[in-house]
């Protein structure tokens, strides 16, 4: 499609990975995993919580992708494959696989793609933490350092239909701004837009919602092991977390109390169950005794 006059992209954007096969497997085929994981990590709430085990394991395969891909963008860069007007003005319609010179959009993508990096190490370490909420915050800032790829691509599709309609003919020169302005623009409504969204109180809703029924479980059986052992922590007590749990407040809050009364729960029941063994070694006791008593008594 890129070879169409209308179209706002470098001729060979598809095709100049061909004879690179270090490329292809580094870089491209990982990234079509990264995606389709990406896809699924972004699924409604109801469907990752009715496959938790699925949504962990995509989102650890994701995660792991994303380092390959981001080595990939070296070797591409090595080659002299990231798209720059070197090409253009390099004297070949197509990629040698060598550029001559730096381009400057280098420095801007090397920039982006160790925030693609420190993203997923982030998004990682707060799931080992527990800390849904912000492991959320992270996966979204970490989907959206790499989905801008193809959000470029979508507008460079749209601004390709009104070329055609318009009867508009890019030329070589052109085809290489508009498509780097693309990329800019898709950067910016990418990155700035989650920033945006986490800032205005997004990354309240964005705790997966198989951590979130994880924890309302882990509630309902707190409480029912307090109700069993004598610590009593209320319906109300119950009724508000298990309402706070499923609602888009301070979720981290809501799961340090839900840990502190877990905690709580359980020293109750080592109490509870301590007392019972001391009541039954007392019980054993007066039989013993009794016993006792009985055998001395004269016939």
Same mark, same amino acid.
């Given at each position: 499609?890129?070879?169409?006059?209308?179209?706002?992209?470098?001729?060979?954007?598809? =095709?100049?990975?061909?004879?690179?096969?270090?490329?292809?497997?580094?870089?491209?085929?990982? /990234?079509?995993?990264?995606?389709?994981?990406?896809?699924?990590?972004?699924?409604?709430?109801?469907?990752?919580?009715?496959?938790?085990?699925?949504?962990?394991?995509?989102?650890?395969?994701?995660?792991?992708?994303?380092?390959?891909?981001?080595?990939?963008?070296?070797?591409? %860069?090595?080659?002299?494959?990231?798209?720059?007007?070197? %090409?253009?003005?390099?004297?070949?319609?197509? /990629?040698? @696989?060598?550029?001559? @010179?730096?381009? %400057?959009?280098?420095?801007?993508?090397?920039?982006?793609?160790? *925030?693609?990096?420190?993203?997923?190490?982030?998004?990682?370490?707060?799931?080992?933490?527990?800390?849904?909420?912000?492991?959320? !915050? *992270?996966?979204?800032?970490?989907?959206?350092?790499? +989905?801008?790829?193809?959000?470029?691509?979508?507008?460079?599709?749209?601004?390709?239909?009104?070329?055609?309609?318009?009867?508009?003919?890019?030329?070589?020169?052109?085809?290489?701004?508009?498509?780097?302005?693309?990329?800019?623009? +898709?950067?910016?409504?990418?990155?700035?837009?989650? %920033?945006?969204?986490? *800032?205005?109180?997004?990354?309240?809703?964005?705790?997966?919602?198989?951590?979130?029924?994880?924890?309302?479980?882990?509630?309902?059986?707190?409480?029912?092991? !307090?109700?069993? =052992?004598?610590?009593?922590?209320?319906?109300?007590? +119950?009724?508000?977390?298990?309402?706070?749990?499923? =609602?888009?407040?301070?979720?981290?809050?809501?799961?340090?109390?839900?840990?502190?009364?877990?905690?709580?729960?359980?020293?109750?029941?080592?109490?509870?169950?301590?007392?019972?063994?001391?009541?039954? =070694?007392? @019980?054993?006791?007066?039989?013993?005794?009794?016993?006792?008593?009985?055998?001395?008594?004269?016939?």
């Amino acid at each position: 499609m890129a070879e169409h006059d209308f179209v706002p992209a470098p001729r060979d954007i598809a =095709s100049k990975h061909g004879p690179h096969a270090a490329v292809k497997l580094t870089h491209i085929l990982p /990234s079509g995993v990264w995606c389709l994981c990406g896809a699924m990590q972004l699924a409604p709430p109801r469907l990752r919580a009715a496959a938790p085990r699925l949504h962990r394991l995509t989102g650890r395969v994701m995660l792991a992708t994303a380092v390959p891909v981001a080595i990939g963008y070296f070797v591409m %860069e090595s080659r002299g494959l990231v798209g720059g007007s070197h %090409e253009l003005h390099g004297g070949s319609d197509r /990629s040698s @696989g060598r550029g001559s @010179g730096m381009p %400057e959009n280098h420095l801007a993508l090397r920039c982006l793609n160790a *925030w693609f990096v420190l993203t997923a190490v982030v998004a990682m370490v707060q799931a080992r933490r527990r800390r849904f909420a912000s492991h959320g !915050a *992270w996966s979204l800032r970490h989907v959206a350092s790499g +989905a801008w790829v193809v959000v470029q691509r979508v507008i460079v599709l749209a601004v390709s239909v009104a070329a055609m309609v318009a009867r508009v003919k890019w030329s070589e020169e052109a085809r290489y701004d508009v498509f780097g302005k693309i990329g800019v623009a +898709a950067v910016a409504m990418c990155v700035l837009g989650v %920033e945006a969204y986490v *800032w205005m109180g997004g990354s309240d809703r964005l705790r997966p919602a198989a951590a979130r029924a994880e924890v309302q479980m882990a509630t309902t059986k707190g409480v029912a092991t !307090a109700r069993r =052992s004598g610590e009593g922590l209320g319906l109300a007590d +119950a009724d508000g977390m298990a309402g706070a749990g499923g =609602s888009g407040e301070d979720l981290t809050v809501i799961e340090a109390q839900a840990g502190a009364r877990a905690g709580r729960v359980g020293v109750a029941r080592r109490r509870g169950q301590g007392q019972d063994s001391g009541r039954a =070694s007392d @019980g054993s006791g007066r039989s013993g005794a009794a016993g006792g008593k009985a055998g001395a008594q004269p016939e």
